[in-house]
């Protein structure tokens, strides 16, 4: 299994206080990727990194930010939690993002905002 | 638009049978195609994959076959196991590099 953890796995939050998610890889993959998984729907993409201190936006950016100071920490920041943003979140990790590249995902967290 | 959709929410099937899971797309600049399986309270998994210029790719008991007219892929399970049953899903990744996921199929797999 690839080296990727996330923490925490569990949060219950309220309305309105900031959120960090972590993401460790010790795999020394280049690319880092967090997603959102809403029931009856798929993995939507909202930020990714392609290398230490670059980032892009995903499909579902607003409400979120992203910081990569080093290799294996993905850090996903939700600034003011709103009710929509409950979901379970996932960490996946590549190699590379081209040639078919799978990606390794972590556990999930699961984030509920009341 | 939702450009990778998995129009069967659920499938089931009976253990030795054949599963066969659909996924359709818009973007026909889509380069790869993956299948990843996810059972519950964990990450999902890569399963097996194709490139657009392929039209089939096999793995052991895992057989994905893609048809560009179509713009359609299925992935067949044969035969069946109880330990099958997961959710799938199916990904698209564009020559920039971005996956696409669907919103993903239960199968079960009935002993």
Known sequence: ?114 | DQQVKQNSPSLSVQEGRISILNCDYTNSMFDYFLWYKKYPAEGPTFLISISSIKDKNEDGRFTVFLNKSAKHLSLHIVPSQPGDSAVYFCAAISNAGKSTFGDGTTLTVKP
């Open chain 1, 1 to 114: 299994d690839a080296g990727i953890t996330q923490s925490p796995r569990h949060k219950v939050t309220e309305t309105g206080t900031p959120v960090t998610l972590r993401c460790h890889q010790t795999e020394n993959h280049r690319y880092m990727y967090w997603y959102r998984q809403d029931p009856g729907h798929g993995l939507r993409l909202i930020h990714y990194s392609y290398g230490v201190k670059d980032t892009d936006k995903g499909e579902v950016s607003d409400g979120y930010s992203v910081s990569r100071s080093k290799t294996e920490d993905f850090l996903l920041t939700l600034e003011s939690a709103t009710s929509s943003q409950t979901s379970v979140y996932f960490c996946a990790i590549s190699e590379s993002n081209v040639g078919g590249d799978e990606q390794f995902f972590g556990p999930g967290t699961r984030l509920t905002v009341l």
